[in-house]
């Protein structure tokens, strides 16, 4: 590949990358829950906290088989050879994934579980258990867990039981014979998900500091209490994983919220992906579980612990041990507003933006809650796709509907994972009188707007919020995202006109600022990396820097590697799949990426571009990603204020740049560095920012 600038900035059709030069996007997402994982290795790192990072490892680790792996092992399956999926693709991807698991069960059982004993925390077998413990245990099964259990013995008659995607189950071998004198030696017991994974002893049995015991052993040590008269042999704890995309096809349904209740239902039960079994288990019944599942050798997990760690976060909230966990972070009041005063008439000298979580969501709280109130205001439109379980955005809309005012929601349904919940505020909204759709059929409405329409005088004024987040205030403490607000009259034009397309699936009128997908968002990205390029290539400064989550969009790798073939110095800050590789002689000599996994979740996406004398700066809700380019509404802003956009560049970009702490740096063999500066004064970006936003509430004391 020749890295000739001249030659590479053409208008020439054929990619500078092919597929194949390109790194794996699903092995990026398993090389980016290493880096999460490195969070439970660290010494220094709070120990339940340590804890949390090695669920949060398992949860990502079970959505990337609900929703990835069903391609891979569809094409083992059929044994292509050829394509993004192959055969291939499907082993080296289940042996990434379990390589990871055994690490994350070797941490856990060599690293975790001693150093929780040493702080009086003990997850007790049935083994170490005293006959105290034994007998509450009993008592507990007797009581509370025995009569929900329903084993069932397989015959003809009793086929093997429809299994729930995630769910604990048992296989047993009986030796003997039931009670009709036939041979029935294999029996399931399904384990109902009400009952919890995590015990806790009380303390006048537990004797010693805080005592746990897993439901899984409690069945486990009482397995023959259920089949009476039989013996009960070999046995493993087992749990399969299924694939949980909903599939729905919207242009053959009349009512899409009838159709995705329906599907809903069907979810907990689609194609096996991945079986996971105790270490112990045998191979006569693991491999009777796989072929009951249908699925290859290389998708069943031996696991050295409970199926679920997941489960095990449950512990950080039952144990009372603040020196566990990270000191409390309290966000600061966003400083471009005051606490009571008039949200509106702040934005009217000026746009407001709010670093979460660094600042509180209390700030897009209060500018809701403010129209909410103000007889002023006429109307309220939202879109909502992750609202969460705080319903007080919820509240605040429902009592606007009951004061008057016109609220319009768009809610998109197929936020995956959280269709339920969106149905169910969908379903409140309009019990109560407010106007919800459901965007656009055949594309999700991922853009976070807010849009107020206020009289003032003889004149209507139209005020707004953007956000690179979803409207969660818990997430809003947890996530690192931008809320924009704003009454710039071409900005919030351009809002109502996207809610007006979204309501009425009209034409999109012109925008003034906005880049809207799927219409503009992609074509305006490349043609500023093309800008770039171009001034690289007649000698002028030449930069781009941009921060997402993900980058696996092939036009706009490609677009990246031409312009920086072509002079132009490009930074990448990917926090999760990145499939462009990076410092590859005469290839992406010029693109640089690094991954900063922290204590908050990295999530803002900024867009920076650097052309000659032209400096330009986006916030998006978007990833460069194909699906959000082409398949979903997405938005991205420009921040013309020079003060605000230096304030962007400062706390997005450029101390993201100089983290010598959780960063990490893709080498151009396609594995991440971890990128470790040395020094007292070395700090990472999230901590710099707590500290600065910290200062900054003392000052104003």
């Known amino acids: 590949m020749t ?3 001249t030659s590479n900035l053409s208008a020439d059709p054929v990619r500078v990358a092919s597929e194949g030069s390109l790194l794996d996007r699903d092995a990026s997402i398993l090389d980016f829950n290493s880096r999460v994982l490195d969070w439970a290795k660290r010494t220094e790192v709070p120990l339940l906290e340590r804890l949390r990072y090695l669920c949060i490892v398992s949860s990502n680790l079970d959505e990337f088989f609900e929703v990835r792996a069903m391609l891979h092992l569809t094409a083992h399956t059929q044994k292509d ?43 007790l077998t049935h083994g170490v258990r005293n006959p105290v413990q034994k007998k509450w245990v009993h008592d507990y099964f007797v009581r509370e867990v025995k009569p929900l259990l329903v084993p069932v013995g397989l015959d003809p008659a009793h086929p093997f039981p429809q299994v729930a995607n995630k769910s604990l189950n048992f296989i047993v071998q009986l030796s003997g014979k039931d009670v009709y004198g036939r041979q029935n030696d294999i029996a399931i017991v399904k384990v109902p998900r009400i009952l919890p994974r995590l015990i806790r002893l009380p303390d006048k049995v537990a004797g010693r500091g805080s005592c746990f015991v897993l439901l899984s052993s409690v069945i486990r040590a009482h397995l023959a209490d259920l089949f009476v008269g039989r013996e009960v042999g070999q046995f493993s704890q087992f749990r399969v994983t299924r694939n949980s995309e909903l599939s729905v096809d919207e242009d053959d349904v009349e009512n899409l919220r009838t159709a995705l209740r329906q599907g809903l239902q069907h979810r907990q039960y689609g194609q096996a992906v991945r079986l996971e079994v105790s270490d112990s288990c045998s191979e006569h019944l693991s491999d009777f579980l796989l072929k009951q599942f249908k699925l290859p050798k290389p998708a069943l997990f031996r696991v050295a612990g409970p199926v679920n760690l997941v489960r095990l976060s449950q512990l950080i909230d039952l144990v009372n041990e603040p020196e566990l966990l990270f000191p409390g972070y309290q966000a600061s009041y966003p400083k471009q507003l005051e606490r009571g005063a008039s949200v509106f008439a702040r934005i009217q000298k000026g746009d407001v933006l709010i670093h979460q979580p660094y600042e509180s969501f209390e700030g897009v709280l209060d500018f809701l809650r403010e129209a909410v109130y103000d007889p002023q205001v006429l109307a309220i439109k939202q879109t909502i796709y992750r609202i969460g379980n705080d319903t007080v955005m919820l509240d605040l809309l429902r009592e606007a509907v009951r004061r008057g005012k016109e609220v319009t929601a768009v809610v998109e349904l197929k936020a995956r994972f959280d269709e339920e919940a969106n149905i169910n505020v969908a379903e409140q909204l309009e019990s109560v009188g407010a106007q919800v759709v459901y965007g656009v059929v055949g594309l999700k409405t991922h853009a976070k707007m807010l849009l107020v329409t206020r009289r003032e005088g003889k004149s209507l004024k139209k005020y707004g919020h953007l ?99 072509s002079g132009a110095q490009i930074d990448l800050i990917i926090r999760g799949a990145c499939m462009l590789p990076a410092e590859v002689e005469n290839f992406t000599d010029n693109i640089r990426v690094r991954s900063v996994v922290g204590r908050f979740l990295e999530h803002t996406r900024v867009f920076y571009f650097l052309s000659g004398e032209k400096e330009s700066l986006y916030l998006s809700s978007a990833d460069w990603m194909n699906r959000n380019m082409l398949r979903r509404i997405e938005l991205a802003w420009p921040v013309d204020d020079p003060v605000l956009r230096q304030r962007v560049i400062d706390e997005c970009l450029s101390v993201y740049m100089q983290d010598g702490r959780n960063a990490w740096r893709l080498a151009p063999e396609g594995h991440y560095e971890k990128i470790e500066k040395k020094g007292r004064h070395i700090r990472s970006a999230q901590a710099i920012l707590m500290q600065r936003y910290s200062a900054s509430v003392k000052n104003k004391k």
């Open 467 to 565: 956000s690179t987040g979803n409207y969660n205030p818990r997430t809003a403490r947890l996530y690192t995202d931008i809320s924009y607000l704003t009454c710039d009259p071409q900005l919030t034009a351009d809002m109502d006109h996207v809610f007006m397309h979204l309501a009425s699936q009209s034409r999109l009128s012109r925008m003034n600022k906005l880049w809207v997908a799927p219409f503009y968002l992609h074509r305006k990205i490349i043609a500023q990396i093309e800008a770039v390029g171009a001034a690289a290539l007649k000698g002028q400064a030449a930069k781009i820097m941009v921060k997402m989550n993900a980058l696996t969009d092939l036009d706009l790798i490609d677009a990246l590697i031409r312009a920086g073939q």
């Open 81 to 123: 050879k050829s394509g993004a999926y192959t055969s291939e693709s499907f082993k080296s991807n289940y042996k990434k994934a379990a390589q990871l698991v055994e690490e994350q069960y070797s941490l856990y059982n060599e690293t975790l579980l001693p150093a929780l004993e040493k702080e009086s925390i003990h997850i």
């Open 3 to 5: 890295s000739s600038p």
